[in-house]
Protein backbone atom coordinates (compact mmCIF):
# COMPACT_ATOMS: atom_id res chain seq x y z
CA UNK A 1 0.00 0.00 0.00
CA UNK A 2 2.91 2.44 0.71
CA UNK A 3 3.61 2.78 -3.18
CA UNK A 4 0.12 3.05 -4.13
CA UNK A 5 0.05 5.94 -1.67
CA UNK A 6 2.56 8.03 -3.42
CA UNK A 7 0.44 8.57 -6.10
CA UNK A 8 -2.93 9.93 -4.19
CA UNK A 9 -2.48 13.31 -5.24
CA UNK A 10 -2.88 12.02 -8.71
CA UNK A 11 -6.29 10.92 -8.16
CA UNK A 12 -9.93 12.98 -6.94
CA UNK A 13 -10.98 11.81 -3.89
CA UNK A 14 -13.58 9.83 -5.62
CA UNK A 15 -11.69 7.46 -7.56
CA UNK A 16 -8.39 7.29 -4.24
CA UNK A 17 -11.49 5.94 -2.41
CA UNK A 18 -12.25 2.99 -5.08
CA UNK A 19 -8.87 2.74 -5.15
CA UNK A 20 -8.42 2.05 -1.18
CA UNK A 21 -11.55 0.13 -0.78
CA UNK A 22 -10.96 -2.66 -3.49
CA UNK A 23 -9.59 -6.33 -2.17
CA UNK A 24 -6.80 -5.66 -4.54
CA UNK A 25 -5.69 -2.34 -4.00
CA UNK A 26 -2.41 -2.68 -6.29
CA UNK A 27 -4.40 -4.43 -8.90
CA UNK A 28 -7.59 -1.48 -8.84
CA UNK A 29 -4.65 1.12 -8.82
CA UNK A 30 -2.81 -0.49 -12.00
CA UNK A 31 -6.34 -0.09 -13.29
CA UNK A 32 -7.34 2.77 -12.74
CA UNK A 33 -3.95 4.74 -13.89
CA UNK A 34 -4.46 2.90 -17.02
CA UNK A 35 -7.62 4.80 -17.77
CA UNK A 36 -6.13 7.79 -16.63
CA UNK A 37 -3.70 6.91 -19.41
CA UNK A 38 -5.80 6.06 -22.16
CA UNK A 39 -8.01 8.97 -21.90
CA UNK A 40 -5.23 11.68 -22.16
CA UNK A 41 -3.51 9.40 -24.94
CA UNK A 42 -6.86 9.43 -26.63
CA UNK A 43 -6.96 13.19 -26.54
CA UNK A 44 -2.90 13.19 -27.86
CA UNK A 45 -2.32 15.15 -24.68
CA UNK A 46 -0.23 11.58 -22.23
CA UNK A 47 1.54 12.37 -18.85
CA UNK A 48 1.58 16.47 -19.82
CA UNK A 49 -2.55 16.52 -18.51
CA UNK A 50 -2.88 16.37 -14.54
CA UNK A 51 -5.04 13.79 -13.74
CA UNK A 52 -6.34 14.70 -10.83
CA UNK A 53 -7.98 17.69 -13.10
CA UNK A 54 -10.46 15.10 -14.69
CA UNK A 55 -12.82 11.96 -13.27
CA UNK A 56 -13.32 9.02 -14.61
CA UNK A 57 -16.87 7.21 -13.63
CA UNK A 58 -17.55 3.81 -15.05
CA UNK A 59 -21.24 3.02 -15.95
CA UNK A 60 -22.56 0.56 -12.86
CA UNK A 61 -19.06 -0.43 -11.81
CA UNK A 62 -17.73 -0.45 -8.14
CA UNK A 63 -14.25 -2.37 -7.88
CA UNK A 64 -12.81 -2.08 -11.74
CA UNK A 65 -10.08 -5.39 -11.45
CA UNK A 66 -12.67 -7.74 -9.83
CA UNK A 67 -15.40 -6.92 -12.45
CA UNK A 68 -12.79 -7.24 -15.26
CA UNK A 69 -11.54 -10.91 -13.90
CA UNK A 70 -14.96 -11.91 -13.44
CA UNK A 71 -16.22 -11.03 -17.34
CA UNK A 72 -13.56 -10.97 -19.17
CA UNK A 73 -12.83 -14.94 -21.42
CA UNK A 74 -10.27 -16.31 -22.91
CA UNK A 75 -11.04 -15.57 -26.30
CA UNK A 76 -9.06 -12.31 -26.27
CA UNK A 77 -11.95 -9.89 -27.17
CA UNK A 78 -12.15 -7.61 -23.95
CA UNK A 79 -14.34 -5.98 -22.09
CA UNK A 80 -16.15 -2.75 -23.63
CA UNK A 81 -17.49 -0.76 -20.77
CA UNK A 82 -19.40 3.04 -20.51
CA UNK A 83 -18.62 5.65 -18.87
CA UNK A 84 -17.82 9.17 -18.21
CA UNK A 85 -15.10 11.82 -18.14
CA UNK A 86 -15.88 14.84 -16.02
CA UNK A 87 -13.70 17.68 -15.66
CA UNK A 88 -13.79 20.25 -12.61
CA UNK A 89 -16.83 22.51 -13.79
CA UNK A 90 -17.53 21.17 -16.91
CA UNK A 91 -20.39 18.61 -17.19
CA UNK A 92 -19.78 14.69 -17.96
CA UNK A 93 -18.52 13.75 -21.27
CA UNK A 94 -19.33 9.72 -22.73
CA UNK A 95 -16.55 7.52 -23.36
CA UNK A 96 -16.25 3.86 -24.12
CA UNK A 97 -13.74 1.89 -22.24
CA UNK A 98 -11.96 -0.91 -23.68
CA UNK A 99 -10.35 -3.53 -21.65
CA UNK A 100 -8.14 -6.03 -22.78
CA UNK A 101 -5.99 -9.12 -20.18
CA UNK A 102 -3.21 -10.00 -20.61
CA UNK A 103 -1.69 -13.27 -20.92
CA UNK A 104 1.26 -15.19 -21.68
CA UNK A 105 1.00 -19.03 -22.03
CA UNK A 106 -2.55 -18.75 -19.98
CA UNK A 107 -0.49 -16.29 -16.90
CA UNK A 108 -2.38 -13.01 -16.48
CA UNK A 109 0.84 -10.80 -16.84
CA UNK A 110 -1.85 -7.34 -16.58
CA UNK A 111 -4.20 -5.67 -18.24
CA UNK A 112 -4.57 -3.33 -21.49
CA UNK A 113 -7.04 -0.39 -21.39
CA UNK A 114 -8.22 1.45 -24.20
CA UNK A 115 -10.31 4.68 -24.15
CA UNK A 116 -12.66 5.83 -27.52
CA UNK A 117 -14.62 8.71 -27.15
CA UNK A 118 -16.33 11.29 -26.73
CA UNK A 119 -19.39 8.54 -27.73
CA UNK A 120 -22.14 9.00 -29.36
CA UNK A 121 -24.40 5.50 -29.04
CA UNK A 122 -22.52 2.56 -29.61
CA UNK A 123 -18.81 2.42 -30.18
CA UNK A 124 -18.55 -1.83 -29.56
CA UNK A 125 -18.76 -2.26 -33.73
CA UNK A 126 -15.60 0.07 -34.03
CA UNK A 127 -13.55 -1.47 -30.84
CA UNK A 128 -11.36 -4.46 -32.28
CA UNK A 129 -7.81 -5.09 -31.28
CA UNK A 130 -5.19 -7.52 -32.23
CA UNK A 131 -2.64 -8.24 -29.36
CA UNK A 132 0.25 -10.14 -29.35
CA UNK A 133 2.73 -11.05 -26.61
CA UNK A 134 6.12 -10.52 -27.43
CA UNK A 135 9.09 -10.80 -24.98
CA UNK A 136 11.93 -8.03 -24.94
CA UNK A 137 14.56 -9.91 -26.97
CA UNK A 138 11.61 -10.82 -29.84
CA UNK A 139 10.65 -7.23 -30.25
CA UNK A 140 14.27 -6.22 -30.38
CA UNK A 141 14.63 -8.65 -33.30
CA UNK A 142 11.66 -7.57 -34.95
CA UNK A 143 12.62 -3.79 -34.35
CA UNK A 144 16.22 -4.95 -35.93
CA UNK A 145 14.77 -6.30 -38.98
CA UNK A 146 13.02 -3.62 -39.81
Given at each position: KEFVD???SSFPESEWHSIVKAKSILHEF????AIKEAYTKALGLGMSMDFKSFTTKLDDVENLWEYVLANAD???KGIILSGSVCH???PAEPWTFFFL???SNSELRGC?????GPSEGST??????DVNWIEVEGL???HDKR
Open positions: VFQYLQWDTGRSKLLRACVCVEDRLTALEW
